[in-house]
Every structure is written in structure tokens, then in C-alpha cells.
């Protein structure tokens, strides 16, 4: 696993410290995540989310993956010392499902801004890279906003680096963690699940995601962009 991954989780998930000198197991064992607060305030994205969907999403949902994933752990940690690997089969699921709702939503909450802070578009790096990848800005977010109304009843829109040919590729993720790629590192990231919409837009799903484009941080999927190629 080594360090690469210990500072991934870490720079990720945040709020928790690694003791160096123990495995990551003994970590995992030890560590409890926490649920950060917005980077803005509860109603930064109105129009196009509402203060109530935000309280609700980050207050309750996001924070339940938090309390699960740690539930997770600490379970499966103790079933592994026990040696009941049947209990390690079903609690690995667990920790799959709580553990990548919560690295989504981590991604998901900086990756969005207030709408006066907003730029239209990606620049520098990420613009010509998003050109070298898809074609255009236009041909990308096309591709992203098809991606993510044709997700398959709860599930998440992903625009993500791709190591092994330096690309940025559009994924897709039903749940949180099923579809996904190994080694792809996720820059952009929109919740389809019905529970982050479903008070403003109800059943219109595609006017949410063509409304998430007016409220994207450019400069945090750059940044992203800068880390994972770094």
C-alpha cells in the first residue's frame, strides 16, 4: 500500500492524523473520519441548489457515510482479528459503499462555488488538456452532462485523470463505488443521486446537471488536475 495511499486517504479524507510508525492497518484501526464543514455557506448555490437540499445532503447524508464508514472499520478490523471472514466479506461491501460516498462528497462540496464566483470555463492546464482529451470544452461537457443523466438510478458523473496515457476520461459510478476504474484519480465530481435534487428539480435530473456547469470551481478541478499529475 505504502506511502502513496496513506497520503492519498489522507489528503482526501482529511481530519484524522497517521501514526508513521504503524502499519496502515493499524491506522485504519485507529483512525476516525470526520465530516468537514462547506466551504461555503448553506445557500452559496442559489439558485441552482437550494439551502434546504444543502443542509439535508451535507448534514445528513454525507454525514451518514461518514458514521458508517467508521462503523465499517472498526467492525471489520475486529472481524479480521477474529478471523470471521465471513463477517470480513459483508463489511468490506460496507466499507466500499460508506468509504466511497465519502470521498465523492469530499470531492463533490469544493468542487462548486457561489454563482458570482464562477467562471464559464476551465483554464490554463486543464483547458488545453480537456481539449487534447475530448476535443473542446463544448464536446466534454456534452459528453459529462449525457454521462450523468444516463446514470442508472442513484449513482454519481465523474471526470477523472487517467494515469497510464495521461488523459482525462468521463466515468460513470452507479451507488458510489460500482463501475469505477482502478487508478483513475476523479477531478470533477456530480451527485445523481435523487436526494441532492429531488426538492428543487423533482424527476428533471438533466436541467440539475446542466445547472451544475454554472456553479463549477474551475480552480479546484485544476488544482486536482496539478496534484494528480504531479
Given at each position: 500500500?505504502?506511502?502513496?495511499?496513506?497520503?492519498?486517504?489522507?489528503?482526501?479524507?482529511?481530519?484524522?492524523?497517521?501514526?508513521?510508525?504503524?502499519?496502515?492497518?493499524?491506522?485504519?484501526?485507529?483512525?476516525?473520519?470526520?465530516?468537514?464543514?462547506?466551504?461555503?455557506?448553506?445557500?452559496?448555490?442559489?439558485?441552482?441548489?437550494?439551502?434546504?437540499?444543502?443542509?439535508?445532503?451535507?448534514?445528513?447524508?454525507?454525514?451518514?457515510?461518514?458514521?458508517?464508514?467508521?462503523?465499517?472499520?472498526?467492525?471489520?478490523?475486529?472481524?479480521?482479528?477474529?478471523?470471521?471472514?465471513?463477517?470480513?466479506?459483508?463489511?468490506?461491501?460496507?466499507?466500499?459503499?460508506?468509504?466511497?460516498?465519502?470521498?465523492?462528497?469530499?470531492?463533490?462540496?469544493?468542487?462548486?462555488?457561489?454563482?458570482?464566483?464562477?467562471?464559464?470555463?476551465?483554464?490554463?492546464?486543464?483547458?488545453?488538456?480537456?481539449?487534447?482529451?475530448?476535443?473542446?470544452?463544448?464536446?466534454?461537457?456534452?459528453?459529462?452532462?449525457?454521462?450523468?443523466?444516463?446514470?442508472?438510478?442513484?449513482?454519481?458523473?465523474?471526470?477523472?485523470?487517467?494515469?497510464?496515457?495521461?488523459?482525462?476520461?468521463?466515468?460513470?459510478a452507479e451507488k458510489h463505488q460500482n463501475l469505477t476504474q482502478w487508478g483513475v484519480i476523479p477531478l470533477l465530481v456530480l451527485d445523481?443521486?435523487?436526494?441532492?435534487?429531488?426538492?428543487?428539480?423533482?424527476?428533471?435530473?438533466?436541467?440539475?446537471?446542466?445547472?451544475?456547469?454554472?456553479?463549477?470551481?474551475?480552480?479546484?478541478?485544476?488544482?486536482?488536475?496539478?496534484?494528480?499529475?504531479?
Amino acid at each position: 500500500m505504502g506511502v502513496r495511499l496513506r497520503e492519498t486517504w489522507k489528503h482526501t479524507l482529511g481530519h484524522h492524523k497517521l501514526n508513521t510508525t504503524n502499519t496502515f492497518e493499524e491506522d485504519i484501526r485507529t483512525m476516525a473520519h470526520e465530516l468537514s464543514p462547506l466551504p461555503y455557506a448553506y445557500d452559496a448555490l442559489e439558485p441552482y441548489i437550494d439551502e434546504q437540499t444543502m443542509r439535508l445532503h451535507h448534514d445528513i447524508h454525507h454525514l451518514g457515510y461518514v458514521n458508517g464508514l467508521n462503523s465499517a472499520e472498526a467492525k471489520l478490523a475486529e472481524a479480521r482479528a477474529a478471523g470471521d471472514f465471513a463477517a470480513v466479506k459483508h463489511l468490506s461491501r460496507e466499507a466500499a459503499f460508506h468509504g466511497s460516498g465519502h470521498l465523492l462528497h469530499s470531492i463533490f462540496w469544493p468542487n462548486m462555488i457561489a454563482v458570482s464566483e464562477a467562471k464559464a470555463a476551465p483554464e490554463g492546464a486543464l483547458a488545453k488538456a480537456i481539449d487534447s482529451s475530448f476535443g473542446s470544452f463544448e464536446a466534454f461537457k456534452a459528453q459529462f452532462v449525457a454521462a450523468s443523466i444516463a446514470v442508472e438510478g442513484s449513482g454519481w458523473g465523474i471526470l477523472a485523470y487517467r494515469p497510464t496515457d495521461d488523459a482525462l476520461v468521463v466515468l460513470t459510478a452507479e451507488k458510489h463505488q460500482n463501475l469505477t476504474q482502478w487508478g483513475v484519480i476523479p477531478l470533477l465530481v456530480l451527485d445523481v443521486w435523487e436526494h441532492a435534487y429531488y426538492l428543487k428539480y423533482q424527476n428533471r435530473r438533466g436541467e440539475y446537471v446542466n445547472n451544475f456547469f454554472k456553479i463549477v470551481n474551475w480552480d479546484d478541478v485544476a488544482a486536482r488536475y496539478a496534484s494528480a499529475r504531479s
